[in-house]
């Protein structure tokens, strides 16, 4: 089946959150990606809770985890010998043969959305994943923006339906549709025959064209956990190790189906390894907000002075603004079933298991709270002894996942707010309240909004007058930042060449003079990541002389109303252009258009007017006496001609270089 991106309505980011959400995504831009957190989540847990593998469904299911923020996507893939397709169902799925009713059969009870009592689900659940229990800015030649329609677009939203974030259970929860047919009944599961690898990677490729534009992009990545199908006359029995002869063929190999589906969207391991050998003509080619930031991996200089890296991973930014490209895939567990599955030739498309994950175990509290395991704890301003490379919470001990429709979200909120400011990426690996995202997605558009670490509630406060358009972290707020008074004198944030080796100013200032507050070695600086952010944090509260608690960081939107940027009180916004430079677009397009027409013409008439005179000596005895052949033609020749330049010279005067 060939998907399609349609989320529901109610997953669109309203108001506040666009400018939330773009705001932090461009803070980390230049940060490598294996430093950068992104909450991430199981599709079975998500999509397929009730053991319920539709099409229909999980095209939904998918579009609204993508829409409200999930950048990471664990998939189960099973290997199914008997059809020769990778498929999202745990079981071979007959092709043929009777069908269920359109509602799979089972003793699942769904309440209607009326009804204030949560529902009871018998139906065995199945078991969530093992492992994780091309150039985007200038491709819209209008992707730069007037201030007013930017500022609309950025503080307006996209939809009239508010996106708070809700703690408390739901009264009453919406009937999911009918599922679509046929479904096949195997045991505790229903699955169409079409619930495929295709349906996956078309959506996705329908999604990344969708967003392809600077204010939407963000990079995805997918994770794999390879399987092989159980038999579908025994369903709930493990499956049977499989026989070179049964396993994929080239032809079926992922690297084969994901270079024919989504090649032009993959930054793949031989690219990391191209980039790493040779850092002079890969990172350090390209414009400097596109380098990944060189104090977050190793160099090496060779006698030629070739820079290189053994463990650097470049910045999304130089993925999607020097490659265009936007997914990375990578291996999750692989079963015993499957150990006979060829996975290295895949490893052209396809990143080795562990390349873009690592598991740290955590111990917390009921209410969320992270005991241990978190990566800021550490007093090391050394990033190497964190071990924060791609660094993703694994098993959680103490803590239990709202399983209930009536229960409160707020703990699971609290640990996914903790785990982003700890350096790691929080992973869900339960389905949440019960329901799935595409029947309900209220409960889980809430876990990437809490994953900002970055903004307190109900800021960034918009303001039109740009005075009022300076950030501020605030210790009282746990390290969150506030919209300030500009011209309000505060202790200034400043750092080094090292990402957490942090130092405050020694004397407040106006955010107009915080650049020249910071001693040498030093420049006024902002975090980028929560873990640079609590670093910020235990250096301003270890600070007893401060007056103004809170100090400046070099955040504003000066500018242009909601449009954050880095750079100090004179930094542009990227995605702006003036009113003036629109209106000579207008002007100049045309113009050459029109230009362009006139040097045809002018061409074609040039040629006939050298044949005509090629002949004017042959005379021709007309009514009125001798007349010269090709006099009207030459004639006309000169006023045409005499009008292109009058209207080159108008172009140029209008136009000046």
């Avoid at 699955?191 to 996705?204: D, E, G, M, Q, Y």
């Avoid at 160099?299 to 993925?319: A, K």
């Avoid at 876990?447 to 358009?469: D, K, L, M, Q, T």
Wanted: aromatic share 8%; charged share 15%; proline share 7%.
């Amino acid at each position: 089946m060939t998907a399609r991106y349609a989320p529901s309505t109610t997953t669109l980011p309203v108001s506040q959150w666009n400018t939330i959400l773009l705001s932090q995504r461009d803070l980390s831009q230049q940060v490598p990606i294996n430093y950068v957190t992104r909450p991430g989540i199981s599709l079975t847990a998500a999509c397929f809770g009730h053991s319920r593998y539709g099409d229909d469904a999980a095209q939904t299911c998918l579009s609204n985890l993508l829409a409200v923020g999930f950048r990471r996507l664990v998939v189960d893939l099973y290997w199914d010998a008997e059809r020769k397709e990778w498929s999202l169902c745990p079981v071979s799925v007959p092709s043929s043969g009777p069908a269920t009713q359109s509602s799979p059969p089972g003793t699942s009870t769904i309440l209607s959305s009326t009804s204030a009592e949560p529902s009871t689900v018998s139906t065995p659940v199945a078991s969530s994943s093992p492992a994780f229990s091309r150039t985007l800015v200038s491709r819209d030649p209008y992707a730069l923006l007037g201030r007013d329609s930017l500022t609309s677009a950025l503080i307006a939203g996209t939809s009239t339906k508010g996106a708070q974030i809700d703690t408390a259970g739901p009264t009453s929860s919406p009937a999911p549709p009918l599922p679509e047919g046929p479904y096949r009944q195997l045991g505790p599961y229903a699955c169409t025959p079409t619930i495929n690898l295709a349906l996956l990677t078309s959506l996705l490729l329908d999604y990344l064209q969708m967003t392809e534009n600077t204010l939407e992009a963000h990079m995805i990545y997918l994770i794999l956990n390879i399987h092989a199908v159980a038999s579908s006359s025994s369903p709930v029995a493990p499956a049977q190790a499989l026989t070179a002869s049964d396993l994929p063929g080239p032809s079926a190999s992922l690297n084969s189906l994901f270079q024919q589906s989504l090649l032009n969207m993959l930054y793949t391991p031989s690219m990391l390894k191209a980039d790493r050998t040779n850092l002079n003509s890969s990172w350090y080619s390209v414009p400097v907000p596109q380098q990944p930031l060189a104090p977050y991996y190793t160099t090496n200089i060779d006698g030629n002075g070739v820079r290189s890296t053994s463990d650097g991973w470049p910045s999304e930014s130089y993925i999607e603004g020097s490659h265009g490209m936007r997914l990375l895939v990578g291996f999750g567990s692989i079963d015993p079933q499957m150990y006979e599955y060829n996975s290295t030739a895949d490893l052209e498309v396809v990143f080795s298991q562990g390349d873009l994950w690592s598991f740290t175990d955590l111990t917390t509290t009921s209410s969320g709270n992270v005991i241990s395991g978190c990566k800021s704890n550490s007093k090391s301003t050394d990033l190497s002894n964190l071990n924060a490379s791609w660094a993703t919470s694994g098993d959680i001990s103490g803590f239990d996942y709202p399983a209930a429709r009536d229960e409160s979200l707020q703990p699971l909120l609290n640990l996914t707010t903790t785990l982003a400011a700890c350096g790691l990426s929080p992973m869900i690996n339960e389905t949440i309240r019960d329901v799935t995202a595409d029947t309900d997605v209220t409960a889980y558009w809430n876990i990437p909004y809490s994953a900002v670490w970055s903004w307190a509630s109900g800021e960034p406060r918009n303001n039109s007058h740009p005075a009022f358009r300076c950030a501020a972290l605030d210790p009282n707020l746990d390290g969150r930042w506030r919209v300030d008074d500009c011209s309000q004198r505060k202790i200034v944030a400043c750092r080094s060449n090292r990402p957490l080796e942090w130092h405050l100013s020694t004397s407040s200032v106006p955010y107009s003079s915080a650049d020249a507050a910071c001693s040498d070695g030093t420049s006024f600086e902002v975090p980028r990541t929560g873990i640079e952010n609590q670093y910020l944090l235990a250096k301003a509260r270890d600070r007893s002389d401060m007056e103004e608690k809170s100090i400046w960081v070099n955040f504003n939107s000066i500018e242009v109303e909601a449009c954050w940027v880095t750079g100090g009180p004179n930094a542009t916004c990227p995605y702006y252009q003036s009113e003036m430079e629109i209106q000579r677009r207008t002007v100049l397009v045309p113009s050459i258009a029109a230009l362009i027409v006139l040097v045809i013409t002018a061409l074609t008439l040039f040629v006939k007017c050298n044949s005509n005179r090629r002949n004017s000596k042959r005379k021709k005895r007309g009514e009125g006496g001798w007349d010269y052949e090709g006099y009207q033609l030459s004639y006309h020749c000169l006023i045409l001609i005499s009008r292109a330049d009058m209207w080159q010279s108008a172009f140029v005067t209008s136009n000046p270089p």
